[in-house]
């Protein structure tokens, strides 16, 4: 699973320094983090890294489908994704591919609910040319009408091939019903019907880029052989001049669940599919919530677990047997996964999951069993943090979550304070019948799950 400081404007300085800690051994990342505030809002951050001659260079945008509250024109941050990569009056699309090329690094971006994050790693002697390229189409961005509809044709091209999956449209409806208000209701890229209208919304576009391509939205991420000095100078050189915006999208909250819900894919050309989706919690890292749910999961599903010996190994009812929380700044999902052998077996499944949560709920876990798991979560982690894009990419995440990238630090702090207790308190909240959606596949014509 991936996951600000206050600080003092000082009369008469445009950039804020915000001192690491003095003390990083007990942190699940031992290098020190830097973070600056330029006056226009953007956060800088940067992690020296033992990397001798590289540097990786992200930019995370905390706008995604999340931000997408208007009808009709949701898919717009994934768009952009696309976009930024067309170039302006100084570096059009070719020119930006030769130049980044030259340096060596490459570049790369994706989209998620939460944020939208622009990478590429490279030779850190090109690391001032790397700020001028992303300064300049952060601030420049330029498209015409037929660009624009032109790859809202790609984007549109996009979906229809994921679409070709049952997984991706079980996934589609699974949210869609699962949600009622929230724009979580979508996925990234979108509804399709909105898709479909994108290439007429080209002065939409132009307004979204406007509202959110703002420094106040944007953190800039810094990972490698690098000094935390050297890139706040760069920052201020290429970005201390970009203006500030004064948009605030407003995300409307998402009613309570008063009953399961359920979905039904009448597919046969896949084996059988069932997933339980419960609503869980925003993301927190000064709450037990999220860790202790990420144990419960690992615990009861994890190949190692009871359930995958019984469900998978011994009595071969299913393929396999998957479960997790994600992460979000919003209430989101928990979801449990399974792929079945036969789809007769969808009750009987439905009904060892469900009698394996309730007992967590009364009885929580072998003691052993709950601190070995503890620590594999954290030091498996750990242990994958072990290059600039490694940590910039997890960095990033809490980044989206919170604003902060220390939010790292103190989530995993947090998974040594677990206990039964805790464990309990998140099966007995969150894990409830009413907060239930279940989704199915198979050739039936329903799912067949009670």
């Not at 990234?188 to 132009?206: E, K």
């Not at 995440?397 to 702090?413: F, K, M, V």
């Not at 805790?422 to 239930?436: H, T």
Request: net charge negative.
């Amino acid at each position: 699973m991936i996951r600000i400081i206050p600080y003092l404007l000082l009369l008469g300085f445009a950039l804020v320094q915000f001192n690491a800690c003095s003390s990083n051994e007990d942190k699940i990342l031992p290098n020190p983090i830097y973070q600056h505030k330029l006056a226009n809002d953007l956060n800088v951050v940067t992690i020296p890294f033992d990397s001798p001659g590289l540097a990786a260079f992200y930019i995370v945008v905390r706008v995604g489908s999340r931000n997408e509250v208007e009808e009709g024109v949701t898919g717009f941050a994934h768009f952009f994704e696309h976009m930024m990569f067309r170039g302006t009056d100084k570096y059009p699309r070719e020119e930006y591919k030769k130049v980044l090329k030259m340096t060596g690094a490459g570049a790369n971006a994706n989209t998620s609910l939460d944020r939208t994050v622009y990478h590429m790693t490279g030779n850190v002697e090109y690391l001032e040319k790397m700020f001028e390229l992303e300064s300049d189409r952060f601030m420049n961005l330029n498209y015409s009408e037929h660009e624009f509809k032109v790859e809202a044709g790609a984007v549109k091209g996009e979906y229809t091939k994921n679409y070709a999956s049952p997984y991706q449209q079980l996934y589609e409806n699974l949210v869609n019903t699962a949600f009622d208000e929230h724009p979580y209701k979508h996925t990234t890229m979108g509804f399709f019907d909105d898709i479909v209208d994108m290439p007429n919304q080209y002065d939409y576009s132009l307004e979204f880029f406007k509202r959110y391509y703002r420094p106040e939205y944007c953190t800039i991420v810094v990972v490698g052989d690098v000094e935390a000095g050297q890139i706040n100078d760069l920052a201020e050189k290429y970005f201390g001049e970009w203006e500030r915006g004064n948009y605030v999208s407003e995300i409307p909250d998402e009613p309570s669940q008063n009953g399961k819900r359920e979905f039904h894919l009448q597919n046969g050309s896949i084996p059988p599919y069932m997933s339980m989706s419960y609503k869980g919690p925003a993301f927190n890292d000064k709450e037990i919530d999220m860790p202790a749910i990420d144990v419960l999961n690992t615990i009861l599903f994890a190949r190692n677990s009871e359930l995958y010996k019984k469900l998978v190994v011994e009595e071969q009812k299913l393929r396999f047997i998957g479960g997790g929380a994600s992460d979000s700044r919003d209430p989101n999902l928990i979801n449990i996964q399974a792929s079945f052998i036969n789809k007769d077996d969808f009750q009987y499944v439905r009904d060892e999951i469900t009698k394996a949560i309730e007992d967590v709920k009364t009885n929580g876990f072998d003691e052993k069993k709950l601190q070995d798991t503890k620590s594999n979560l954290k030091y498996s982690f750990a242990m994958g943090i072990d290059d600039p894009s490694a940590i910039a990419r997890s960095i990033s995440h809490y980044i989206q979550l919170t604003g902060d990238p220390e939010s790292l630090n103190r989530l995993y702090a947090m998974y040594d304070k677990v206990t039964n207790e805790d464990i309990k308190m998140v099966a007995n909240n969150y894990y409830v019948e009413n907060g239930l959606t279940i989704a199915t596949i198979s050739s039936d014509e329903n799912g067949g799950v009670e």
